[in-house]
C-alpha cells in the first residue's frame, strides 16, 4: 500500500486554498460518504463540483487513493481533476462534472415516451430545458463509456462503481464517468483485488455476493448493468 501513494507528493501542484473557488451554500446531493456542491474557480470563472467527504468514513489512506486515481487519468469520457483542498475542512476533492445524471436522462426519456403514448398533446413545456436522447445517442454513450472504462483498466484501475448515476452528460452528450471514490488501482503483480467497494447501485458482481476477491470483470459486469439501463431506462432489479 505504501507503493500506491508514493507519488501522492507529486500532486502538490493541485493543492488549493478555500480562497481559490466559491462555494453554493446549497448541496446539490448528499449520503454517508460525501456531498456535493456547484461551485466557480474565482481566477478563470470556470463551473466546478466540489466533494467533500465525511470525515468520519474518509481516512488519509482513502483520500490519497482518490486523489492519486483523478491525477492519473486523462480522457476526454471521465471526470476531471481540478483540485484538492486540506483545510478549513480536509477531504475535499475539486473536478469538473458539468451536465445532468445519465440516470436522470434516462428516466426523462423513459417518463415523455410514456407520456407520448398516452397522449400526443401532453407535451411538457419545460422539456427544452433538460436534455433529450435522440434516436442513437445510447449507442454513442455507451461506446464512449466502454472506451473510457478500457483505457481505466489499460492503467489498472478499477472504478468499482460505474452505474448511470456516476455518468453525466453535457449538452453535446458527452459522458463522463465520475466518481472515483471507490476506486482503486489493480498492483502490477496481483490479479485479484481483496477489498469490498461500498457500492451506490442497486446490482453488483455475483463474486461480490459471494467473495470478497474479485478484478477488473467486476466493471465489465456493471457495464453489461448499463447496457441494460440503456436500453429500457430503468436500471436492473430496480
Do not use: C, W
Amino acid at each position: 500500500e505504501e507503493e500506491e501513494f508514493s507519488d501522492f507528493n507529486n500532486v502538490q501542484k493541485y493543492k488549493l486554498k478555500k480562497t481559490d473557488y466559491t462555494q453554493e451554500p446549497k448541496a446539490l446531493y448528499m449520503n454517508d460518504r460525501y456531498i456535493i456542491y456547484k461551485g466557480q474557480m474565482n481566477s478563470t470563472k470556470e463551473d466546478v463540483t466540489i466533494m467533500e467527504l465525511n470525515e468520519e468514513n474518509t481516512t488519509e489512506e482513502k483520500f490519497k487513493r482518490f486523489v492519486n486515481v483523478l491525477t492519473a487519468v486523462q480522457h476526454p469520457n471521465l471526470e476531471s481533476f481540478v483540485g484538492y483542498v486540506e483545510s478549513p475542512k480536509p477531504f475535499v476533492v475539486i473536478t469538473r462534472r458539468n451536465g445532468e445524471k445519465l440516470s436522470y436522462v434516462l428516466q426523462q426519456a423513459k417518463e415523455r415516451m410514456t407520456k407520448k403514448q398516452k397522449s400526443a398533446d401532453s407535451q411538457d413545456s419545460t422539456e427544452e430545458e433538460h436534455i433529450e436522447l435522440k434516436e442513437g445517442y445510447r449507442t454513442i454513450i455507451a461506446f464512449k463509456v466502454a472506451t473510457a472504462m478500457a483505457y481505466l483498466h489499460s492503467l489498472n484501475i478499477i472504478h468499482r462503481d460505474l452505474y448511470s448515476s456516476n455518468i453525466m452528460i453535457d449538452q453535446t452528450f458527452n459522458p463522463r464517468i465520475t466518481n472515483f471514490a471507490n476506486s482503486r488501482y489493480l498492483p502490477e503483480d496481483l490479479s485479484l483485488l481483496s477489498y469490498r467497494p461500498n457500492s451506490t447501485g442497486n446490482f453488483k458482481a455475483p463474486e461480490l455476493f459471494s467473495t470478497d476477491v474479485y478484478n477488473k470483470s467486476a466493471d465489465v459486469f456493471t457495464f453489461g448493468g448499463l447496457l441494460y439501463d440503456l436500453l429500457t431506462g430503468s436500471p436492473p432489479f430496480s
